[in-house]
């Protein structure tokens, strides 16, 4: 939510790569699809009744009228620390995308184990124990992890385009920039973009895989955002990406995992995208 890092230089370069999960892995293993909350087209009732299971009754006397209350507020999150390169405590976090004001924060909550960088990210190698210390999982990269999934949540401001181009995508709404990364050089569009929704806001879902032909002249930038490039692109990359529409600007869910990733840590990986919330 991609960044194919280069492993060997993922300190140096680890801004520049986001990955994402591989739809042919799932798929072949037979992955049962989560109830999600983003539903697509008109499953959206459907999926909502059944992962909420809200059901009303009436029994006997109606009861005295009670002032009203305030609707149930939102899952309390931790803040986002940003890259420290240390194992999260399972949990909600809070990113802040963008810095635009009125721009609201995205709630994505962790499973065990998941490393800190822009955004959360696994790679072989990283225990699942909470760790304070940054050099725990640097060492882990310094003996070049061969898999790796990250997701990433982003406020986009350009995209790379054919003709060694970027494209300004900063003041885009959401059709628009969706229409912009299926014109990605070096990836292939498996599906979308397809009318969604993300925590009641319309959105646009697409499948996206690398075929490792980002052209050089790109220095190896897929995006740019707020808080800087991001790469990617590497041919053993799938990305599952969302476009969500907050009625400020747009944001970017950008998932993303190679093929030998566990099935464990891809499943981990979808249910953050589930988990997606778009906050006050």
Not at 183 to 208: I, Q
Request: glycine letters at 10%; charged letters at 25%.
């Amino acid at each position: 939510m991609s960044e194919r890092l280069l492993l060997e230089s993922f300190r140096e370069d680890a801004e520049r790569l986001t990955r994402l999960p591989a739809f042919e892995l799932i798929e072949a293993a037979g992955r049962a699809r989560r109830r999600r909350r983003h539903t697509i087209g008109g499953v959206v009732a459907a999926c909502l009744l059944a992962t909420t299971g809200v059901v009303v009754t009436t029994t006997g006397d109606t009861p005295d009228p009670r002032p009203a209350e305030d609707p149930a507020p939102r899952s309390l999150a931790t803040p986002w620390p940003g890259p420290t390169m240390t194992t999260m405590k399972e949990g909600t976090y809070e990113f802040r995308p963008s810095i635009a004001p009125g721009s609201p924060p995205v709630l994505v909550t962790l499973p065990p184990g998941w490393n800190a960088w822009e955004g959360p990210n696994r790679f072989e190698g990283l225990d699942r124990s909470v760790t304070d210390d940054a050099d725990v999982n640097e060492g882990v990269i310094e003996e070049h992890p061969r898999w790796y999934a990250g997701l990433l949540v982003l406020d986009v401001q350009w995209v790379a385009q054919r003709g060694c181009s970027f494209a300004d995508t900063a003041d885009d709404d959401a059709a628009a920039l969706a229409q912009t990364l299926v014109r990605l050089p070096g990836f292939g569009v498996d599906t979308g973009p397809t009318s969604a929704t993300v925590d009641g806001l319309p959105a646009l879902h697409l499948r996206l895989r690398g075929l490792g032909t980002l052209p050089r002249c790109t220095g190896g930038v897929v995006l740019h955002s707020s808080h800087g490039p991001i790469g990617g692109g590497e041919a053993d990359t799938l990305y599952d990406v969302w476009v969500i529409d907050t009625g400020v600007s747009p944001v970017l869910v950008w998932a993303e995992w190679s093929r030998s990733t566990p099935q464990r840590d891809v499943d981990d990986l979808l249910a953050m995208v589930d988990s997606v919330e778009i906050g006050d």
